[in-house]
């Protein structure tokens, strides 16, 4: 049998603080100071401003000239302004694909709720964010409209950074996950043809999600209890 190969330092590195940041450890806006980790790690600076880079492209990270690295820290009212142009440009998008979604379409959603259903239950944020998304953005797909697509799959990719840092995933489970009692709800609608319960219930289920984030959290650890 082969042996795997041992990870690289810089992803050592990445890994410890996508951890760290995914699983609120470390709190949103705290500088990742090179030095504390390379002196905790006994290791050169390079592998850990790579591994720094590789989570500012993920949107984890924010990079500032001449500053440094900090854990992204967005504003409440970015956040706001964010679920604010979500709830109208996925209403607009979902009123066109209402007439173009099949059977097949409402059976591959019934069948990403069951994978949402499964992330609550192994507990694993990355799976519940990527059905979450998978959900969503195969009903703006559906409406055909590439403009509308575009600048939801920007805002989706932005507030999956939000949910992230601050959803409340790891303190609900399946039974009592609102989430998946909304998107079957949206379902039911979308069979019903119901358009103007299916606009409340789009806009009910995206407000909920918001009002779900939890910004302000206490228990965060230092950087340098992290490594």
Known sequence: ???????SME?????????????????????LVESTISEKLKVSRTPIRNAIKRLSLEGLINIIANRGAFVIQPSIDEIVQ????????ECAAVKLSLSKIT?????KLKLMVEDERASFI???????????????????RK?????LIEF??????????????????YNVNFEESESIKEHLNIIDMIEKKDSLQLDKALREHIS???RDLEINKASYKMLNDIF
């Open 208 to 210: 909920h999600s918001f």
């Open 82 to 89: 964010a679920y604010e142009a979500r709830i109208e440009l």
């Open 103 to 107: 059977t097949d379409d409402i059976n």
């Open 122 to 140: 192994n507990k694993d944020m990355i799976q519940f964010i990527d059905a979450n998304e998978a959900f969503h953005m195969t009903l703006v």
């Open 143 to 147: 409406s055909g409209n590439k403009f």
């Open 152 to 169: 939801m799959q920007k805002i989706v990719n932005q507030i999956n950074v939000y949910l992230q840092l601050f959803d409340t995933f």
């Open 1 to 7: 049998m082969e042996e795997k190969p041992k990870p």
């Open 11 to 31: 992803q050592i590195v990445y890994d410890k603080l996508k951890y760290s940041i995914l699983h609120r450890e470390l709190a949103p806006g705290t500088q």
